[in-house]
């Protein structure tokens, strides 16, 4: 079954961070290792989506352990990132108090296409689909060197921290 992009990135700058990894974490409760979300390079509420980015470094926690000799990104991990992009967006947003955040209720559709390994960089695109006040339901997908390597819809509640 032939693969749709839910964005055409050619059409899209990625060539510099319009929301640093500072800002995002000043507004999303993850921490250390579960801080998967490096940047965002097109932030666009009025066109429906986001594009960030997650580099998969030779040093990650999981890199040791999952499938020795031969590191393979985590699919839970790669979900968990464009989860990330999500909330970022939904909480921005729908403008949040801080006392609650954006987590997962539901995960649907999800395929792996390819495998991702150390030393690429993970593309993650967040459309969004719906959004009302306490959930949200996005349409995501990722990329690595031009390939679709995951996609799924992320169905989202708010969440008291």
């Avoid at 509420?45 to 999952?66: L, M, N, S, T």
Wanted: aromatic share 10%.
């Amino acid at each position: 079954m032939p693969i749709t992009e839910l964005v055409d990135l050619t059409n899209v700058d990625l060539s510099e961070i319009v929301i640093p990894r500072e800002r995002i974490y000043s507004v999303l409760p993850h921490r250390h290792e579960m801080a998967l979300l490096d940047g965002i390079l097109h932030f666009s509420p009025e066109d429906g989506f986001a594009v960030g980015y997650h580099d998969v470094r030779h040093d990650e926690w999981w890199v040791r352990g999952h499938i020795p000799g031969r590191p393979l990104m985590p699919g839970v991990l790669m979900v968990e990132a464009a989860g990330q992009l999500c909330g970022y967006y939904f909480e921005t947003v729908m403008k949040e108090d801080g006392d609650r955040f954006f987590g997962f209720a539901g995960l649907e559709e999800a395929r792996f296409r390819e495998a991702v390994v150390p030393g690429k960089r993970l593309l993650l695109v967040a459309k969004m689909r719906k959004m009302r006040k306490g959930s949200g339901v996005f349409d995501t997908q990722a990329c690595v060197d031009g390939k679709i390597v995951f996609q799924c819809t992320i169905k989202g509640m708010v969440i008291p921290r």
